[in-house]
């Protein structure tokens, strides 16, 4: 399928808890390993994060501090969490990275970062709720946000504060953003661990 069969056949919104998923309409995708290596396709992805993953959990290729699956249309994600949590989106970034780690070329991982497809402010925020519902994270900020995008929409960018909450071993945090040049809209989740 090409790119622009792919785009058209992308959904116009996502559902709360719900993967929407491309990857079964063949759209590309890239995995930068680090070094300008990549591979295609926009295949579904799941990372059971219930305890500290190792590189190979998360697909870190040896010698590399980072590991990026890339993908415009969207690439279905899925992380088991700690605390019997478990979310799912739909990405058009999916990172992780030990650059926190002693040694970031060869130790463990300590960051998983994702970014949502473009989505219009609606989405966004219940995308974000959904998200943040099944975090135990408080979702009030997010209706602040959506109010100053409302009255700002056109004026530049706007970004809801971090929110977040302890899950066992790791952090996470989400934030959700407004950009005002392209109207578009990006829900953005941080995993972290030490």
């Known amino acids: 399928m090409s790119r622009s069969e792919c785009a058209s056949a992308a959904p116009a919104g996502m559902l709360l808890g719900v993967v929407v998923g491309l990857s079964s309409q063949g759209c590309d995708a890239d995995v930068n390993t680090g070094d300008g290596e990549t591979s295609g396709g926009c295949k579904a992805r799941s990372y059971d994060l219930t305890s500290p993953p190792s590189r190979d959990d998360l697909g870190m290729p040896p010698g590399k501090s980072v590991m990026d699956v890339s993908c415009d249309e969207g690439?279905?994600?899925t992380f088991t969490l700690p605390d019997e949590a478990q979310v799912s989106l739909t990405a058009r970034r999916v990172n992780a990275d030990s650059r926190s780690a002693a040694s970031?070329?060869?130790?463990?991982?300590?960051?998983?970062d994702v970014h949502s497809v473009a989505l219009d402010a609606d989405a966004a925020v219940e995308v974000a709720s959904g998200l943040a519902d099944?975090?135990?994270?408080?979702?009030?900020?997010?209706?602040?946000?959506?109010?100053?995008?409302?009255?700002?929409?056109?004026?530049?960018?706007?970004?809801?504060?971090?929110?977040?909450?302890?899950?066992?071993?790791?952090?996470?945090?989400m934030q959700v953003q407004h950009l005002g040049t392209s109207g578009n809209n990006y829900v953005h989740l941080i995993l972290t661990w030490s």
């Open 134 to 173: 099944n975090l135990g994270i408080d979702a009030k900020p997010l209706q602040s946000w959506r109010l100053e995008v409302e009255a700002n929409a056109s004026e530049g960018s706007v970004d809801s504060p971090f929110i977040r909450n302890q899950l066992g071993y790791l952090t996470a945090e």
């Open 75 to 77: 690439v279905e994600v």
């Open 104 to 112: 970031p070329e060869t130790g463990p991982p300590t960051t998983v």
